[in-house]
């Protein structure tokens, strides 16, 4: 079915930085598709492209001062809230993001975003330190729990002259996702997912544990988009901050012996697994029951055993079910995903190398391989986890509906 977004009528709230140039390309995209778009500028947009621009292309006036506007004093911008059916926040600020989250309204987007009814969608750009800043992450946080749904912003040169996290979403990915709102994709309805995400502990003492860097974004990614896609999503979190994506079911858990039961547990359950978890490989023999002390400068030896391979205890008693595991592998990526995906009766592997600077674990992008069972291998470029997510949902409908 081909997704239109004709007579939709958009708000596109464009706040100040490098990236408003971007913003050109999206409201080009968004009125070719057809969109009724109205502009709205924060207070220092159009010091990099002004609102003449927008207007021009859109072919409506633009909302970009509180004060100044022919039209404020006909209360402008309760209009366009009240008639619009989606907002876009493109790019969007470090500040904006502070505005949003605290409820500030001292500029045109600000106040119309406190006035605003409907959905809102967020693509932020920044320089990567104010995206990795506490203060940036805890606004963020806030405006998820509210309902906001966000573009993660994508690995790249920035402006500032590095290169790292921040840099404004393809605008064609924030146009496919806004083509979502309208044309909601139901494909995955009745398909029950068993999806493991995040590391595991395993504890030395009652105060130190052996761990790993995995955030557990990649499954969480992939259990929201499932869930948002129509699946029935159960999803067994090892130890993370990230908040649970609404309508699935959590299972939180510690140890490697712990996911393992978990997902015996839930497995006959299921149509899909999905075992995106990085569950520690090995675990101390002895765990103490009081904390270890240092003993100068004599070192301390440490006696680990393997944990219980959670995949292979599952193609033990596979019985139908399409399996997809993850590879995180330092070199030999293709030869070490193979290997991983013969050697645990794999349907699809995701394999993905942790040595490479800006991917991986703790970012919210990743490049990846994705290998079937018939040794298929399929490269992806770097892009957000939330689209490799949908990616290989795709490949796994694909296999769900064509098992042979």
């Known amino acids: 079915m081909q997704v239109a977004i004709k007579n939709a009528k958009i708000v596109l709230g464009v706040s100040a930085g490098i990236a408003v140039y971007k913003a050109v ?5 968004l009125v ?17 492209v002004t609102p003449l621009t927008f207007a021009a292309l859109s072919g409506n006036p633009v909302y970009h001062s509180l004060f100044d506007s022919q039209n404020s004093a006909d209360m402008e911008h309760i209009r366009v809230a009240e008639n619009a059916d989606l907002l876009v926040v493109a790019p969007a600020t470090a500040s904006m993001l502070g505005k949003m989250a605290h409820g500030l309204a001292d500029d045109a987007l600000s106040n119309l975003h406190l006035a605003f009814k409907g959905s809102v969608l ?14 940036v992450k805890n606004n963020i946080d806030i405006l998820k729990s509210r309902g906001v749904d966000f573009v993660d912003p994508a690995f790249g040169a920035l402006a500032c002259g590095v290169t790292g996290s921040g840099r404004l979403a393809e605008p064609s990915a924030i146009l496919d996702k806004v083509k979502g709102y309208f044309n909601p994709r139901d494909d995955l309805n009745g398909i029950r997912f068993l999806i493991t995400a995040g590391p595991t502990h395993e504890p030395l003492d009652p105060v130190r544990y052996l761990s790993n860097p995995s955030s557990g974004k990649m499954g969480y990614a992939v259990a929201e988009q499932a869930k948002a896609r129509g699946a029935k999503v159960v999803l067994i979190s090892g130890p993370t901050y990230l908040k649970p994506p609404p309508g699935v079911d959590i299972k939180p858990c510690k140890r490697a012996d712990e996911m393992n039961s978990l997902v015996q547990e839930h497995l006959e359950n299921c149509d899909v697994l999905v075992m995106s978890a990085a569950v520690g490989d090995f675990a101390p023999q002895t765990l103490e029951k009081e904390k270890i002390k240092k003993q100068g400068a004599a070192g301390l030896v440490l006696k680990l055993v393997p944990t219980k391979d959670i995949l292979l205890e599952v193609t033990k008693r596979k019985s139908g079910k399409l399996v997809v595991g993850f590879a995180a592998e330092s070199q030999n990526l293709v030869e070490s995903g193979l290997a991983k995906l013969k050697k645990k ?7 993905n190398d942790i040595s490479a600077p800006g991917i991986g674990f703790q970012s919210d992008s ?4 994705i290998i ?3 040794e298929k291998i399929e490269n992806l470029p ?4 939330r689209e490799i997510a949908d990616i290989l949902l795709d490949r796994i409908l694909a296999r769900f509906k064509n098992p042979e």
């Open 366 to 369: 990743n490049q990846v391989t």
């Open 345 to 351: 009766n794999l349907d699809l592997i995701v394999a």
């Open 382 to 385: 770097l892009k957000p986890k």
């Open 372 to 374: 079937d069972r018939e």
């Open 32 to 48: 070719k598709e057809g969109a009724d778009v109205r502009v709205v500028m924060s207070a220092n947009a159009g010091k990099f």
């Open 122 to 135: 967020v693509a932020p750009a920044m320089n990567e330190g104010m995206w990795e800043h506490p203060a």
């Open 25 to 29: 390309e999206i409201l080009r995209l």
